[in-house]
Antibody, heavy 116, light 106 residues
Framework: QVQLHQLGAGPLRPSETLSLVCGVS????????WSWIRQSAGKRLEWIGE???????FYNPSFRSRISISIDTSKNQFSLHLNSVTAADTAVYYC??????????WGQGTLVSVSS | SSELTQDPALSVALGQTVTITCRGD??????ASWYQQKPGQAPTLLIY???TRPSGIPDRFSGSGSGNTASLTITGTRAEDEADYFC??????????FGGGTKLTV
């Protein structure tokens, strides 16, 4: 059974870089898109971006100047880097697998808190 | 960019039917998917490609839609269906777009 497991982050200070890794186990890594999504305390879900195993990325324009999503197919994992964070980036961050333009598998979520 | 609009909250009696609606221009081009989220948990996919249920999702959940509207219907609502429900679709440029969520009270 395919599972997504998130690693990384923790409390951050403003202007620091958020780094998260999502490991995929139990199934095929190739031929899927892999996505990052976040959810603020107000509960709204926000799509951050996606990557294909070839390395092609799709980013939410709201983040484009600060974001990088990368993939390591040899380790079955993909990563999110978001620089120059502010309090507005405080949220639960999820990784997810994309299947037929929907998110069929999700990581457990990582709470990232940005505070001075 | 486009938006997807949902009613913030709905209530339904046990055993009754409720329909949660999602509206947005992107739905004229792209299929909707629906997610259920309970407190402290990651969202779970309920419906994709407008009306397809993944394996393991009870058939009391169904999806439909036309034009700029997508709908999630729960038939014979159970107490465990009390949760937040989110719609999603693609947008221009292969962007992802979520609705604001509907809090369902049973």
């Amino acid at each position: 059974q395919v599972q997504l497991h998130q690693l990384g982050a923790g409390p951050l200070r403003p202007s620091e870089t958020l780094s998260l890794v999502c490991g995929v186990s139990g199934g095929s890594f190739s031929a899927y898109r892999w996505s990052w999504i976040r959810q603020s305390a107000g509960k709204r879900l926000e799509w951050i971006g996606e990557i294909i195993d070839s390395g092609i990325t799709f980013y939410n324009p709201s983040f484009r100047s600060r974001i990088s999503i990368s993939i390591d197919t040899s380790k079955n994992q993909f990563s999110l880097h978001l620089n120059s964070v502010t309090a507005a980036d405080t949220a639960v961050y999820y990784c997810a697998r994309v299947y037929t333009n929907a998110f069929d598998l999700w990581g457990q979520g990582t709470l990232v808190s940005v505070s001075s | 960019s486009s938006e997807l609009t949902q009613d913030p909250a709905l209530s339904v009696a046990l055993g009754q039917t409720v329909t949660i609606t999602c509206r947005g221009d992107s739905l004229r081009t792209y299929y909707a998917s629906w997610y259920q989220q309970k407190p402290g948990q990651a969202p779970t996919l309920l419906i994709y490609s407008r009306s397809t249920r993944p394996s393991g999702i009870p058939d009391r959940f169904s999806g439909s839609g036309s034009g700029n509207t997508a709908s999630l219907t729960i038939t014979g609502t159970r107490a465990e269906d009390e949760a937040d429900y989110f719609c999603h679709s693609r947008d221009r440029g292969d962007q992802g777009l979520f609705g604001g969520g509907t809090k369902l009270t049973v």
